[in-house]
């Protein structure tokens, strides 16, 4: 809103657009991105009742999780089995899924509505009016979207985490620089969360009947992404796949480091994949977006 | 969106899969007991999803927009207009992926088939149906009192039959009586599961399946009735 206005006052100051002093605003793009940022993160913060019930139905969800994985570390005809479980403990698990369900927030399992609205109604052609380019406008957006549910709704979740008895209860990280590490992973997931939504954006702009596809690759992702189970409890064949595959960096990674799982030496690796995935998602987009947009039929009137 | 339904089918259970291949069966718990159970309880909200579908997305298209005014101008029952105002023929994937999921088990658990149990086995997926008809209905007349926030009601559509991926005798006590009193979740898929199998539930517990749906949903309609009196129209 604030940044329409913005556009229209200087319409009025200067209609032709030939007082080049009139666009300074927009001759820094990172400012504008910064406000376009700003104004999609503010936009989906303020339900603040959404997000706190938001809260409640993760909490549960939690809840079940924990039950189920306890049955099965606890009663289960392979338990004393060596390996078993892959190196994960109980509490180990029971800290994944609290985390686990906190970073859920930040992977996309839809659209971005506004822009979904705008590549299905022909907007994308006001876009293109726009002195701004549109990938990174686009990439802006969902990166506000990912990390808009984190305060009402992930904070309380991280607060339930540490309530519960010690059985259920959210476990400390591995060590001190294990959970700075964390902190560095997560901020890789949510690089990897925006630059894969934004990604799926433009492959949706190629294709005109791309929802539902689309719709299952996010499932995808976060399927593959250890939301559903920790990756290190798949089977073990799989393993050196699912350490690899772009949407590892989504949830796993980042808590390998946090639970210890992994060894520290190994930390550059799982550091290090979510970024260049991100990249391959953004520059692959960007190339994507160039070539479409030279033969873009806007659709609408 | 058929592969789509059925995607989202196989990836929700993919987690007790892999648990199960790994650390093996809990006792006499196999992972097709849990999976008998699992599926009863989604082809039953499959069949529910594939009638009421109109009522999911009820809170956007109707209610935020005013659309409701409409439907309550005609000289017929709100809930059928409701009901009727979308429906996706690909739903019926979860349903066909339930019934091959249940055929699946029962081979694997070597329960023979006869006529009697066959219809035993339609009585408590009708019962189930009512009650996830029931669970939409009164979720989506929650809108009428609140129409943004409405995750939490994934609780008890979604979320419902994810309580059945644990064995029952290890199910805590609160979530065991929630599911099976409040909504009876467990009612419609563990006990009649368990009567079919011969895993020592009694007959009349697996035949409560059906007046635990009815009832359900007659509170549903009711609770419906008194939120479209509370309704004030949001479009102009």
């Known amino acids: 809103m604030h940044k329409k206005d913005r556009y229209k006052k200087e319409e009025k100051t200067d209609p032709g657009g030939r007082n080049p002093a ?16 700003r104004i999609q993160f503010l936009e989906s913060i303020q339900y603040r009742a959404a997000g706190l019930t938001g809260a409640a139905t993760s909490i549960f969800w939690v809840l079940i999780q924990i039950v189920v994985y306890t049955v099965f570390f606890t009663y289960a005809d392979n338990v004393s089995l060596p390996g078993v479980s892959n190196g994960m403990s109980l509490s180990q698990t029971v800290s994944y899924v609290w985390l686990a369900e906190f970073l859920l927030l930040m992977q996309p399992s839809n659209f971005n509505p506004d822009i979904l609205r705008k590549i299905e109604s022909g907007d994308v052609g006001i876009e293109l009016c ?4 549109l990938h990174s406008l686009w ?28 059985a259920w209860r959210l476990g400390p990280p591995a060590s001190p620089l ?20 934004t990604f799926l954006c433009v492959v949706r702009l190629n294709v005109p009947w791309g929802n539902g596809p689309c719709y299952m690759i996010f499932l995808l992702a976060m399927v593959l992404g250890g939301t559903y189970l920790p990756l290190q409890l798949w089977p073990d064949f799989l393993q050196p796949f699912l350490l690899l595959q772009p949407f590892a960096g989504y949830t796993d990674l980042p808590l390998r480091l946090y639970l210890g799982t992994m060894p520290l030496s190994d930390a550059w690796l799982l550091l290090s994949l979510p970024i260049f995935w991100s990249a391959v998602f953004l520059f692959w987009g ?8 030279k033969t873009i039929v806007v659709q609408g009137g | 969106m058929i592969p789509q339904v059925f995607l989202v089918v ?5 987690g007790s899969i892999c648990m199960f291949a790994r650390f093996g069966s809990i006792g006499e718990w196999s992972m097709e007991r849990i999976l008998l159970i699992y599926s009863m309880a989604i082809t039953a909200f499959g069949l529910a999803e ?16 005013g659309e409701f005014d409409r439907v309550l101008l005609r000289p017929r029952s709100t809930v059928v207009q409701v009901m009727g105002s979308v429906f996706h023929i690909h739903r019926a994937a979860r349903v066909l992926s339930g019934c091959i999921a249940i055929a699946w088990c029962l081979w694997q658990l070597q329960i023979p088939m006869t006529p009697l149990k066959i219809l035993f086995l339609l009585y408590s997926l009708c019962g189930g149906m009512l009650l996830y008809m029931g669970v939409f209905i009164w979720t989506s007349g929650i809108s009428f009192f609140s129409i943004k926030g409405l995750e939490w009601i994934y609780i008890f559509t979604n979320g419902g039959y994810q309580v059945t991926r644990c064995p029952m005798p290890y199910m805590p006590r609160l979530l065991k009586n929630i599911f099976t009193f409040l909504i009876p979740i467990l009612a419609v898929s563990y006990y009649p599961a368990s009567v079919l199998c011969g895993w020592g539930e009694p007959l009349w517990k697996g035949l409560l399946s059906l007046p635990a749906g009815i009832g359900f949903l007659s509170t549903s309609l009711l609770m419906w009735r008194f939120g479209v009196r509370h309704y004030r129209s949001t479009g102009s």
């Open chain 1, 22 to 37: 009139a666009y300074t605003d927009y001759k820094s793009p990172k400012k504008a991105y910064l406000a376009i940022f």
């Open chain 1, 286 to 293: 960007r190339r994507l977006m160039h070539r479409r947009l």
């Open chain 1, 130 to 133: 726009r002195p701004m380019d």
């Open chain 1, 178 to 197: 294990a959970f700075l590490l964390f902190l560095v992973g997560c901020v890789g997931a949510w690089i990897l969360c925006f630059s894969f939504s």
């Open chain 2, 10 to 14: 196989i990836t929700d259970p993919i």
């Open chain 2, 50 to 65: 594939t009638f009421c579908r109109g009522f999911d997305s009820f809170p956007y298209k109707m209610v935020q927009n």
């Open chain 1, 139 to 166: 990439a802006a957006q969902n990166a506000a979207r990912a990390v808009s549910p984190l305060l009402w709704r992930g904070v309380p979740i991280l607060l339930a985490g540490f309530l519960p008895p010690p």
